[in-house]
């Protein structure tokens, strides 16, 4: 179990460094709008998956807006039921880390499964995670095997 944990703290960071550098203006992404203040605007009621997960990362982090994980999982979850595959993976590690939501390991295996299934390699490796160590799923050396060598 703490090789898994390990493993979706650090999947989870690595994302959100990728996420945060994108918001940062780095690539070819505009610069973000700012206030008389000089402060970045933050869409509060973004209305796209990618606009619910951007924000959902801002909660997680506390970048632009005060740290917030329950607010950052009901994003997380509302850009997961509309199929966005990162959006599957990162709610699936605030159930197994208990982060604004209770620890449910059967409900991080399924988003998991949901977020592998669409090809993301995060999903698919906590997924193989889940398998070796029976988290929310049977153990299943085969199983294991076959997310994690894909």
Known sequence: MKTLKVATASLLFSSII??????????DKKPAEKDKAGAAKVDLDPKTPEGQLELAYKY???TE??????????LFKIAAE??????QFALGVCYQNGHGVAINYLTAAQWY???ARQDNPNGQYLMGLSFKEGSGVAKSAVESYKWLHL
């Open 18 to 27: 990728a996420v945060t550098f994108g918001l940062m203006g780095c690539g």
């Open 60 to 62: 997680y982090l506390g």
């Open 65 to 74: 807006v005060p740290v917030d994980h329950k607010r950052a999982a009901e």
């Open 82 to 87: 509309k199929s966005n595959s990162e959006a």
């Open 113 to 115: 499964l949901k977020s």
